[in-house]
């Protein structure tokens, strides 16, 4: 198993956290409006590396949440993130947002329906939200896309069967989704801790990033993106 040290900014919630072993050893958090917690990612950055240093546990590489999700946000999280693993040589690795929310409702609702598929959202504005579809492996279904959400979005999946929304975007869903076959779970944020299983998995596989070329995800494909309905 690998030491790796997780970093999330993504949203207003910016979080630090190491693994070792497929256990969380350290992790901690700030909270802050329209990405102000990534003002303390400097701090959290040096604590997780004091932790470590003082226990001699040598790190193998860093993960990142890559978005989508606050634009300012994730380029404070890739630039710190390239920063250590040039400084220390260590490997990178990418982890995306909306699958990083998927982790704590697998992991705290084992009842799900074994057909059921996950639909992660982060606000975006208005009646806009980024979303994918997944299904209990975490096998894409449906791509990242920038969404506007009305009555029938999602429909087409929704009369086969059912589907659990969650994230910070979820919300706007059930003010106009009333399908029998929607589900909502509150209190799910991208937080680091979470990143551990999916960046274990990639370093296990080798699916390494180019540290001097790797850009957020949101940064290379939804900036010029517009929203919309799908039918």
């Not at 040039?86 to 998927?102: D, I, S």
């Not at 920038?146 to 087409?156: H, L, R």
């Not at 509150?186 to 680091?192: C, M, V, Y």
Request: charged share 25%; hydrophobic share 40%.
């Amino acid at each position: 198993m690998a030491v790796i040290l997780h970093i999330e900014t993504s949203t207003t919630i910016c979080s630090v956290a190491v693994s070792e072993d497929g256990q969380c050893i350290f992790e901690q958090e700030e909270r802050g409006e329209k990405g102000a917690g990534a003002e303390k990612l400097g701090t959290m950055v040096d604590n997780a590396l004091s932790f470590t240093d003082n226990h001699a546990i040598p790190f193998d590489a860093v993960s990142v949440s890559c978005g989508p999700g606050s634009y300012t946000g994730l380029r404070i999280g890739v630039s710190m993130a390239k920063g250590i693993c040039y400084g220390r040589n260590l490997k990178l690795l990418a982890v995306p947002t909306l699958e990083l929310l998927c982790v704590p409702v697998l992991l705290r609702n084992p009842e799900l329906d074994e057909n059921a598929l996950l639909c992660p959202m982060l606000d975006a504005r208005r009646m806009e939200v980024y979303a994918a579809l997944y299904d209990r492996s975490l096998k894409t279904v449906r791509e990242v896309s920038a969404d506007i959400v009305d009555a029938d979005t999602y429909k087409q999946w929704l009369d086969e069967r059912p589907i659990y929304f969650f994230g910070n975007g979820a919300k706007k869903c059930m003010e106009v989704i009333n399908h029998p076959n929607a589900h909502y779970i509150d209190g799910i944020e991208p937080l680091a801790k979470w990143m551990q299983p999916l960046a274990e998995k990639r370093f296990l596989n080798d699916q390494f990033e180019d540290v001097a070329y790797f850009v957020p995800f949101y940064l290379k494909n939804f900036v010029a993106l517009k929203p919309k309905k799908l039918l």
